[in-house]
């Protein structure tokens, strides 16, 4: 199993709980595969989506604790916790099934309720389709 460093764990925490007024914010993990650990790659603060997918490697997978300001049709806005399994097809297999395995432990331990998979890139991650599977 792969292993998550309490860093990452206080990372997420303070992630979780920081105020937000505008803007995306995310925290970006990756596996190292040698070690077996968790590691933190990026923070981000307000970023956008394209800006975001740009960001992320082409063909290696990532989760992604992404703080997504939402604007309601009534006019609200909201900051929703999303976790983003970003597993672009071209990465690695057995990198992928790594990524895989340890999702479930991952967003537990973020304590994510949402999470949006991102297959085929920077045409995933788009406000569009956060949006269509947040509303």
Known sequence: TVDIPQSIKDSLRKFRFARRSEGSAALVIKINKAKLIMEEV??????????????????????????????????????????????????????????ASALLNFQNTADVSKVIEVRDGEEGLTKEIIDAKLL
């Open 42 to 99: 990026e923070q981000f603060d307000s970023i956008s989506l394209e800006e975001l997918a740009e960001e992320l490697p082409e063909n290696s997978p990532r989760y992604v604790v992404l703080s997504y300001e939402l604007h309601h049709k009534d006019g609200r806005k909201s900051f929703p916790l999303v976790l983003i399994n970003w597993a672009p097809v071209s990465s690695e297999i057995s990198l992928l099934t790594l990524h």
